[in-house]
């Protein structure tokens, strides 16, 4: 991830230096898929924390996910689980379940939307 972080894309003097990490550590295929797919939860929720996706933050995760390489059938899974983790989080902070905060809420359903999430999770 850090070698993306200057401008979202891995030059050839990066990728020698991705290329002898990974050469080190010799990780399995699957490894290198989990740990892209950790890279990206982590962006996510750091993007989400608070309640909002600007059209900027969603330009860059798209950004960064083509740079990992991350596989799409994983990018709606790990939306939708930051998403229901947040909404878990909004439903913990009230005294009563049945009464939320709507304007966090509103947001969350806003964030679903810029990030192709059906609102339906919510229910």
């Known amino acids: 991830f850090m070698v993306t972080r200057d401008d979202l894309k891995i030059d050839e003097e990066e990728q020698k230096v991705l290329n002898a990490i ?15 797919n950790m890279v990206y ?14 059209e900027e933050e969603s330009e860059t995760m798209l950004k960064i ?8 059938k994983y990018v ?20 009563n379940e049945n009464e939320i905060d709507l304007t966090r809420f509103e947001k969350l359903k806003r964030m679903a939307d810029r990030l192709g999430i059906s609102e339906e999770i919510f229910d």
């Open 22 to 36: 990974i050469g080190y550590i010799e990780p399995s295929q699957e490894e290198v898929e989990m740990a892209r």
């Open 76 to 95: 709606y899974q790990i939306h939708k689980r930051a998403l229901i983790e947040r909404y878990q989080d909004l439903k913990n902070t009230t005294d």
């Open 65 to 72: 996910r083509q740079a990992l390489a991350v596989d799409e």
């Open 41 to 54: 939860w982590t962006l996510v929720e750091n993007v989400i924390e608070d309640d909002i996706v600007t």
